[in-house]
């Protein structure tokens, strides 16, 4: 079984930042590759980012240039670097994870943290 622990989460006004992390249980770590998607009130939830077990990265057109995951196998954690957030990044952030250790990307994930709120506002 695997555990997902969101934090860093807040409150922040436009072109501020934040730092996302996702603690991750288990000795299997880096053979997972992890993501993280949001859902903002009223939506759907939506990719935000993902790192596989290689450390091959890729982004939603959104987020591209702004947002930056990254991994720490050492201490089983993904986080994820917001820079510039605009108002329409509000949401709720889940961190995610699925045994995969190839080069592409898995089709879906197994595991899923809580969730951590982000709240962008001026």
């Known amino acids: 079984q695997v555990q997902l622990v969101e934090s860093g989460g807040g409150l922040v006004q436009p072109g501020g930042s934040l730092r996302l992390s996702c603690a991750a249980s288990?000795?299997?770590?880096?053979?997972?590759?992890m993501g993280w998607f949001r859902q903002a009130p009223g939506n759907e939830r939506e990719f935000v980012t993902s790192i596989n077990g290689v450390g091959r990265t890729d982004y939603a057109d959104s987020v591209k240039g702004r947002f930056t995951i990254s991994r720490d196998n050492a201490k089983n954690t993904v986080y994820l670097q917001l820079n510039s957030l605009k108002p329409e990044d509000t949401a709720v952030y889940y961190c995610?994870?699925?045994?995969?250790?190839?080069?592409?990307?898995?089709?879906?994930?197994?595991?899923w943290g809580q969730g951590t709120q982000v709240t962008v506002s001026s």
């Open positions: 995610a994870g699925a045994p995969y250790t190839g080069w592409d990307f898995p089709r879906s994930y197994n595991y």
């Open positions: 288990g000795r299997a770590f880096s053979a997972f590759a």
